[in-house]
């Protein structure tokens, strides 16, 4: 009975965003991640995350941020979207300390910059 929308691929960046921020809660169920971009345009809009607790998830939040469940185990998955739903004012405050962490942390320029630093030096300038 929960209200689950498989949207596809969306490529409108505007609309994209949108549905994060109407979303009730972002799970992101990724196995391999190094630093997803998709996680962090969740967060940057408020929204309560579920993820997965493998560590390119893990290095960016922490369980004081976003509710971890163990990566590739269905039943935890489920019991916390159980549990969020059931502590969605904790979820909230859970997403806004990983807004504001982003807002210090992963502020677009900064990535861009990292990046360019790091390709400089793959290519030898």
Same mark, same amino acid.
């Given at each position: 009975?929960?209200?689950?929308?498989?949207?596809?691929?969306?490529?409108?960046?505007?609309?994209?965003?949108?549905?994060?921020?109407?979303?009730?809660?972002?799970?992101?169920? @990724? @196995?391999?991640?190094?630093? @997803?971009?998709?996680?962090?345009?969740?967060?940057?809009?408020?929204?309560?995350?579920?993820?997965?607790?493998?560590?390119?998830?893990?290095?960016?939040? @922490?369980?004081?941020?976003?509710?971890?469940?163990? *990566?590739?185990?269905? *039943?935890?998955?489920?019991?916390?979207?159980?549990?969020?739903? *059931?502590?969605?004012?904790?979820?909230?405050?859970?997403?806004?300390?990983?807004?504001?962490?982003?807002?210090?942390?992963?502020?677009?320029?900064?990535?861009?910059?990292?990046?360019?630093?790091?390709?400089?030096?793959?290519?030898?300038?």
């Amino acid at each position: 009975n929960l209200h689950v929308e498989f949207l596809g691929l969306v490529l409108d960046k505007n609309k994209l965003m949108e549905y994060y921020s109407k979303a009730s809660l972002f799970i992101f169920p @990724s @196995s391999r991640e190094a630093m @997803s971009m998709v996680l962090l345009e969740a967060a940057s809009t408020g929204t309560p995350i579920i993820c997965s607790d493998i560590l390119g998830n893990k290095n960016i939040f @922490s369980d004081d941020e976003v509710l971890f469940f163990e *990566a590739d185990n269905v *039943a935890d998955l489920a019991s916390k979207i159980k549990w969020a739903n *059931a502590n969605i004012d904790l979820m909230h405050e859970k997403a806004q300390k990983a807004l504001n962490k982003i807002r210090v942390n992963h502020k677009w320029h900064d990535i861009a910059s990292s990046y360019d630093k790091f390709y400089k030096k793959m290519i030898g300038l």
